[in-house]
């Protein structure tokens, strides 16, 4: 018994063997030769059927998108792009699939929209681009657990359900056990009472782990969590799902400055992981990208190819310049003079949106660019403050067609002054006694990021949407499966 995969990376050693593989019909081409995938490969192997041996009722049954256990012979392909066939001497049929059905699924043989395969997002694991897509991304999640593991960071699990909102952005979704047919218990201000609810106090789902991450590397060193990360976002953009997996690093003794080149290892690492254990679904996927690149209008289209993308990323450090410079940069732009940006630059202290992100590093730099120091209005209470007063000691990486894919920081780590941030930003300081406690004892300079695990997947993939990249996208009025 062998995978597909197994099967075509023996090749010519099997040359005559009887072999059993299973699989589902991609084709099944003048009655005589059914190409069959398992899943495990791009690639399919091909059946060749003998007449003689085979019964022709059950050929009758053979459609495509009907699964088949083979039994056969190896042998030597004739046919150009594959080393070997099998010449089946049994097939059995584990499930047919019928013809008139399948007239309306995206398993009918032929080019589907994206958006198509996202109606029918239970059946697209059975294609080419979407089957890719999910080992890439398999590929990238094991390449990260292998790259924080060798470099001696411990993996844990901050919890999902959680009573603080990190980012102070309001993107929550609840949790309750309150039975919301019947009326809420209330306080005497008529607030819903949560004393009475489950927890005993108002509860989310995790938009970020990294204050309870923060707390374990103060213990630990250096950590990872890697888990799921909810954000009720509003907009439906190609960027942001309501349930995507975040990577977020957190380490005991380290500055921006070692912050940033982890970053920028860890994401060449993986990048690479991929790129080698993924050899024949990069190239598919590569060529899928560059031949969408000739459908585009011109200024639209990527100036590289999808490989020489990524290579280009691998083999050039990144970029890394002030918020300041970036704004300068920016309001001198022919875009901005122009107002072809939506949202202006107005001057220092602006929220950077994605399009200027994209400017940055599509059209000025054309590299991937690290932007740090931000202006501590705009950013997170428990980021370093610098001597300046007025930045923190925050970093963005900025990818190309991607924008944003890491946000991170150094965290503060006096007390005094994180107190001030705290009230600054109108935040319970009893709600985080827990948070606040490691910097009264024993407290280090500490940094960490965020990186979206679906992001990651985008630019390595080279797809547009992502809906495209993640099995079951969660987004505005979108958990049909
Ligand atoms: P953005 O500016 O794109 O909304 P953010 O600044 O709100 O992102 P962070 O809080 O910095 O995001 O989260 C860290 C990382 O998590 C981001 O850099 C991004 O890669 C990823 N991320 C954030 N929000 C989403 C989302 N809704 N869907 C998918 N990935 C996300
Ligand atoms: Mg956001
Ligand atoms: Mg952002
Ligand atoms: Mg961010």
Same mark, same amino acid.
């Given at each position: 018994n062998f995978t597909v995969k197994e099967l075509l990376e023996k090749g010519k050693e099997l040359n005559l063997q009887e072999v059993t593989v299973q699989g589902w019909v991609r084709s099944f081409r003048s009655n005589r030769f059914i190409a069959i995938n398992?899943? !495990? =490969?791009i690639k399919n192997i091909q059946i060749v059927v003998d007449f003689e041996k085979l019964d022709a009722k059950i050929l009758k049954k053979i459609s495509t998108a009907a699964s088949l256990k083979v039994k056969g012979e190896v042998v030597e392909s004739q046919g150009a792009g594959q080393e070997i066939e099998i010449i089946a001497k049994e097939i059995e049929i584990l499930g047919e699939a019928n013809p008139d059905e399948l007239q !309306? =699924?995206?398993?009918?043989p032929k080019q589907h929209s994206l958006e198509k395969l996202r109606e029918q997002a239970h059946l697209r694991f059975r294609t080419n681009t979407f089957s890719a897509i999910m080992r890439v991304r398999n590929s990238l999640m094991f390449g990260i657990h292998k790259y924080f593991n060798e470099n001696g960071f411990v993996y844990i699990n901050t919890p999902i359900?959680?009573?603080?909102?990190?980012?102070?952005?309001?993107e929550m979704f609840s949790v309750t056990n309150f039975d919301l047919e019947k009326e809420l218990p209330r306080t005497?201000?008529?607030?819903?009472?949560?004393?009475?609810?489950f927890f005993g106090k108002q509860t989310n789902l995790t938009v970020s782990g990294q204050l309870e991450g923060e707390v374990a590397a103060m213990g630990l060193g250096k950590i990872y969590t890697f888990g799921p990360t909810f954000r009720a976002e509003n907009s439906n953009t190609a960027r942001h799902l309501a349930e995507f997996w975040m990577i977020e690093p957190e380490m005991a003794f380290y500055n921006l400055d070692m912050n940033m080149d982890l970053a920028e290892d860890m994401l060449k690492y993986v990048i690479r992981y991929a790129l080698d254990n993924c050899a024949d679904d990069m190239q598919f996927l590569a060529e899928r990208f560059d031949k969408e690149q000739t459908q585009k209008p011109q200024n639209e289209r990527s100036e590289l190819s999808l490989m020489e993308r990524l290579d280009y990323v691998l083999n050039n450090k990144f970029v890394r310049l002030s918020y300041t410079e970036a704004i300068e940069i920016l309001q001198k732009s022919k875009q901005n003079q122009k107002k072809k940006f939506q949202y202006p630059i107005e001057g220092w202290g602006t929220d950077l949106q994605s399009e200027h992100e994209r400017y940055l590093v599509e059209k000025h730099f054309k590299t991937p660019v690290i932007l740090f120091d931000y202006p501590a209005e705009i950013k997170a209470f428990y980021m370093r403050m610098n001597e300046d007063g007025k930045t923190v000691r925050a970093m963005d990486i900025l990818f190309p067609g991607?924008?944003?894919i890491i946000g991170g920081s150094q965290r503060e780590e006096r007390l005094d002054v994180l107190d001030e941030k705290i009230e600054k930003f109108g935040i319970e300081k009893e709600e985080l006694w827990w948070y606040r406690d490691t910097r009264k004892f024993g407290t280090v300079p500490h940094s960490g990021f965020g990186l979206g695990l679906e992001r990651l997947v985008l630019f390595v993939t080279g797809m547009g949407n992502i809906r495209d990249v993640i099995p079951f996208p969660r987004t505005p009025k979108n958990a049909e499966f």
């Amino acid at each position: 018994n062998f995978t597909v995969k197994e099967l075509l990376e023996k090749g010519k050693e099997l040359n005559l063997q009887e072999v059993t593989v299973q699989g589902w019909v991609r084709s099944f081409r003048s009655n005589r030769f059914i190409a069959i995938n398992d899943g !495990s =490969t791009i690639k399919n192997i091909q059946i060749v059927v003998d007449f003689e041996k085979l019964d022709a009722k059950i050929l009758k049954k053979i459609s495509t998108a009907a699964s088949l256990k083979v039994k056969g012979e190896v042998v030597e392909s004739q046919g150009a792009g594959q080393e070997i066939e099998i010449i089946a001497k049994e097939i059995e049929i584990l499930g047919e699939a019928n013809p008139d059905e399948l007239q !309306s =699924t995206i398993l009918q043989p032929k080019q589907h929209s994206l958006e198509k395969l996202r109606e029918q997002a239970h059946l697209r694991f059975r294609t080419n681009t979407f089957s890719a897509i999910m080992r890439v991304r398999n590929s990238l999640m094991f390449g990260i657990h292998k790259y924080f593991n060798e470099n001696g960071f411990v993996y844990i699990n901050t919890p999902i359900i959680t009573g603080s909102d990190a980012e102070g952005a309001g993107e929550m979704f609840s949790v309750t056990n309150f039975d919301l047919e019947k009326e809420l218990p209330r306080t005497e201000e008529g607030k819903v009472d949560f004393s009475q609810d489950f927890f005993g106090k108002q509860t989310n789902l995790t938009v970020s782990g990294q204050l309870e991450g923060e707390v374990a590397a103060m213990g630990l060193g250096k950590i990872y969590t890697f888990g799921p990360t909810f954000r009720a976002e509003n907009s439906n953009t190609a960027r942001h799902l309501a349930e995507f997996w975040m990577i977020e690093p957190e380490m005991a003794f380290y500055n921006l400055d070692m912050n940033m080149d982890l970053a920028e290892d860890m994401l060449k690492y993986v990048i690479r992981y991929a790129l080698d254990n993924c050899a024949d679904d990069m190239q598919f996927l590569a060529e899928r990208f560059d031949k969408e690149q000739t459908q585009k209008p011109q200024n639209e289209r990527s100036e590289l190819s999808l490989m020489e993308r990524l290579d280009y990323v691998l083999n050039n450090k990144f970029v890394r310049l002030s918020y300041t410079e970036a704004i300068e940069i920016l309001q001198k732009s022919k875009q901005n003079q122009k107002k072809k940006f939506q949202y202006p630059i107005e001057g220092w202290g602006t929220d950077l949106q994605s399009e200027h992100e994209r400017y940055l590093v599509e059209k000025h730099f054309k590299t991937p660019v690290i932007l740090f120091d931000y202006p501590a209005e705009i950013k997170a209470f428990y980021m370093r403050m610098n001597e300046d007063g007025k930045t923190v000691r925050a970093m963005d990486i900025l990818f190309p067609g991607i924008g944003e894919i890491i946000g991170g920081s150094q965290r503060e780590e006096r007390l005094d002054v994180l107190d001030e941030k705290i009230e600054k930003f109108g935040i319970e300081k009893e709600e985080l006694w827990w948070y606040r406690d490691t910097r009264k004892f024993g407290t280090v300079p500490h940094s960490g990021f965020g990186l979206g695990l679906e992001r990651l997947v985008l630019f390595v993939t080279g797809m547009g949407n992502i809906r495209d990249v993640i099995p079951f996208p969660r987004t505005p009025k979108n958990a049909e499966f």
